[in-house]
């Protein structure tokens, strides 16, 4: 799990502090790092040996995807289920089917932030939910998913101008940092996406905000207002939610991103910058507050 704490921006963000590279740099990895505990069960439902096989262990990152992460869990339960009645793996937790298209952060921060951990979640070949889940076939599938939200925010943040202008190597090298969990091949193509500054600034903040159970929430929204203030998350909520801010419903939500709660005063701009997923979109997550009983 991420620790929040360590973060700078929880000390300095709102007391007009800077950045040095070395700081920045150090932010950029530990959100790589953060990981989730995950528990693979076979549905009991489709075991065909006779015999529950055991769960499958895994820690995964928060920011990729199930299918690139589930290939040994796949190994594994295949060895159980009916040959010759069986579908495309497909994962759910408490009833709820899992979008593989959303980043595993997101899948954790909207439905096992909390849960024990590790995070428990059935393994399905059969009855696969259409109207629900998108198919997957492939890794290609995956990347082709990818690039095209990697080009959605570009186009937001600056025309589409940066990852235009790209080779396809960098694209190539750009994904098969990602997949393979590297960061410094990754970064050394994103930072250019990244860049805010000068004609590059960026022009809108490429954001989407779920709640379980609604469709996620995107609009425009610039990191600046015409009088040069840095908007905030606060102003983001307003502007993409305000619903929410216009009732006491935030005092009882959680807005989380990767898997933590910034301050509702820190500049959007620089979350977009330290704390989006690697396809540059900012996920944030509108979870009920939960209390804890003493």
């Not at 301050?263 to 509108?286: A, K, Q, R």
Request: net charge negative; glycine share 4%.
């Amino acid at each position: 799990m991420i620790n929040f704490r360590s973060l700078w921006f929880q000390v300095n963000i709102t007391r007009g502090g800077r950045l040095t590279m070395a700081d920045d740099r150090e932010i950029l990895r530990e959100i790589w790092e953060g990981k989730v505990p995950v528990c693979f069960q076979l549905a009991q439902e489709e075991v065909y040996t006779g015999e529950q096989p055991d769960p499958f262990f895994l820690l995964v990152p928060r920011l990729s995807y199930f299918p690139l992460v589930t290939d040994k869990v796949l190994r594994h339960m295949m060895k159980h289920v009916d040959p010759e009645h069986h579908g495309e793996m497909w994962l759910e937790f408490d009833g709820q089917p899992l979008k593989w298209h959303y980043p595993i952060g997101v899948l954790f921060d909207l439905y096992g932030m909390s849960t024990d951990l590790p995070w428990k979640l059935t393994v399905h070949f059969q009855n696969f939910p259409e109207e629900e889940l998108l198919r997957c076939s492939s890794k290609e599938v995956v990347q082709s998913h990818f690039i095209s939200v990697v080009k959605e925010a570009d186009a937001l943040k600056h025309r589409g101008q940066v990852i235009n202008s790209m080779q396809k190597k960098d694209h190539s090298t750009l994904w098969a940092g990602f997949m393979n969990d590297k960061f410094d091949q990754f970064w050394s193509v994103n930072k250019r996406l990244m860049e805010n500054s000068g004609e590059k600034a960026f022009m809108f903040v490429p954001f989407r905000i779920y709640r379980a159970d609604q469709i996620p929430v995107q609009k425009l929204f610039k990191p600046c207002a015409d009088s040069g203030e840095s908007l905030t998350l606060r102003h983001l909520l307003k502007t993409a939610v305000p619903e929410l801010m216009e009732t006491d419903a935030l005092i009882s939500s959680r807005v989380l991103i990767q898997g933590i709660e910034p301050p509702l005063d820190t500049p959007v701009c620089w979350l977009s910058e330290h704390l989006s997923y690697p396809d540059n979109f900012l996920h944030i997550c509108l979870m009920p507050r939960v209390e804890v009983e003493s």
